[in-house]
């Protein structure tokens, strides 16, 4: 059966061109027909090859990560891709190594806090890969609290160098991807001491492996932090720990572009802005948000199209029996996550578009917009990752026990995602971040400070805490103002709640403490907010194609009901909605997946993932799984004998009774 299409059925009820959503998705026709053209390029690749690597041992996994890594700078110099092209090359490669961190955190973070000489100095080097570097921040003691980093660069007078140091076995930096074993240099954090005085956390480049036999520098003590989560995952990464033994680096290897040390051992701020360093963070950020809707959309297109393979009970005369898709209960559980991808792609692409706007303003010194922007890309940063991180998981279970196979994709995916939850800012603690700002704004409506971009609504306070839905009919629930006023007065209602019962507090900090578990259910709100007005924004743009906005439109109904579904508790405590608009709600959720039943599959198709990248047996583009499971299975290591290894030493005594028996 090679050559057929087993879902063509499926694709032939679509009612909109699955070429123009591809264009949609993907944001341009440019993006697709780079994505396109380079994720076919990896696929047709045999050293990128990647069905094997969940059975690697973590030596032979960390080799083969190296050689893709050649390999792939090796393409992309042949090939003479840009930028762009070889961050996408590098993507579909498909496997955590050294140098998403030398690209992703290292040339990142000179760029953005080295001065012009530095970046002349290093970018060079760093750019041909004639030196490899990492990000080391997190130490053994100390992640989500950065200020409070003990590893410590102390100013010498005499010598015009920094001496770093990690004083305690807490201070040893401790999870940087590519330290462990390949880096050669790092930008390191740690509290700046000059004369005793601590000037707080800044980072330094750090040389800590020689360029001419890769040993360990002198007083650099430097290892593998050993095997993480899953099989393959993250084990082709080296994260690693790094200690220091009052290691000298020139006074100029500190990065100065924000503040810096003079020759005398003077602290001075430069003429940049120091809030420079967080238009970093709003880029990194989005590119997270980015990601999380292509992870979701990898777990979902392999749900999907494999609950339109699957089939269980309802045979009546000999006919086929049920495909899975078609249970309600399937539906209610995989639509919204299809509807998650689409709207996490719009809140990406929104998020790119403010990262635009901040830096503009920014370089034009205007700082009004930052804060908010800080905080919305914390927010949304937390928000997508964990509905990816536990869709994910949800999908595998939505596989039912195939799901569970290594071949079907979902453990490795879901191995190699999840610490998106927690890496650049720990979901709850970024949550946390995202409340101080609300309350914060709330704090400031009185004193007639207008609170901007996302937190706008809550400018409207009076009339917010007014609003009742005025819904009647399910079908209202289709139209975007009355869905958006019920998200933003929940959302208002439940950070006004928590600004209230903070006032009963004398000491705002305890007041903050304790209603912590409180404050993170109204920055969710708040987040929640956000999505489902950038996926309705998206929608009043022009989108070209037959069909296509309106699957989007579902799509977006979709993810908006399936929340205030799920969060029918926040709506009715705040009062927004009456219980009879919440079952009305969930009737219009109901028909919505009848809508988008038939289109199920072509809006998996517009991810328009290669099978190569899909890496899923169950998330063929054919279909064709059944055959394709049972010659994987035959593939094991474990089957390359008959008889396994170890049989005849431990189970053949049994077996013959040929065991001194103790007690039995
Ligand atoms: C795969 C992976 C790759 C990484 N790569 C790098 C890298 O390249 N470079 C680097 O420097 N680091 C890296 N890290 C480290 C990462 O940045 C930290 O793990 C992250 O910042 C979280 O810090 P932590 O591990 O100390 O967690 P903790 O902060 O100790 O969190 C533990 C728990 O405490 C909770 N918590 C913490 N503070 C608060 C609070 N104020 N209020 C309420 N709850 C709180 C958290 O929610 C969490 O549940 C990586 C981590 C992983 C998993």
Known sequence: MEGVDHLADERNKAQFDVSDMKIVWAGSRHAYELSDRISRLVASDPVFKKDNVSTLGRKELFKNTLKKAAHAWKRINELGLNEEEALKLRTFMDQPSFTDLHWGMFVPAIKGQGTDEQQQQWL???????????YAQTE???????????????FDHKTDEFVLNSPTLTSSKWWPGGLGKISTHAVVYARLIIDDKDYGVHGFIAQLRSLNDHLPLPGITIGDIGMKFGSAAYNSMDNGV???DHVRIPRNQMLMRVSQVTREGKYVHSSVPRQLVYGTMVYVRQIIVFDASVALSRAVCIATRYSAVRRQFGSQNGSHETQVIDYKTQQARLFPLLASAYAFRFAGEWLKWLYTDVTERLQAKDFSTLPEAHACTAGLKSLTTSVAADGIEECRKLCGGHGYLSSSGLPELFAVYIPACTYEGDNVVLLLQVARYLMKAISQ???GNKPVGTTAYLGRKEQLMQYRSDVVRAEDWLKPSVVVEAFEARAARMSLACAQNLSKFSNPEDGFQELAADLIEAATAHCQLIVVSKFI?????????????????????IYALFLLHKHIGDFLTT??????????????LRSLYSQVRPNAIALVDAFNHTDHYLGSILGRYDGNVYPKLYEEAWKDPLNDTVIPDGFHEYVEPLLKQQLRNARL
């Open 124 to 134: 060079p080097l760093a750019n041909k890969m004639q030196i490899i570097g990492c």
């Open 140 to 154: 053994l003691g100390h992640g989500s609290n950065v200020q409070g980093l003990e590893t410590t660069a102390t």
């Open 242 to 244: 790094l200690r220091f």
């Open 445 to 447: 409506l009185n004193s």
């Open 537 to 557: 924004e998206k929608l009043q743009q022009d989108i070209p194609g037959n069909g296509v906005k309106q699957q989007l439109q579902v799509l977006c109904s």
């Open 575 to 588: 009062g927004c909605i009456t219980p009879k608009q919440g079952s009305l709600a969930n009737e219009q």
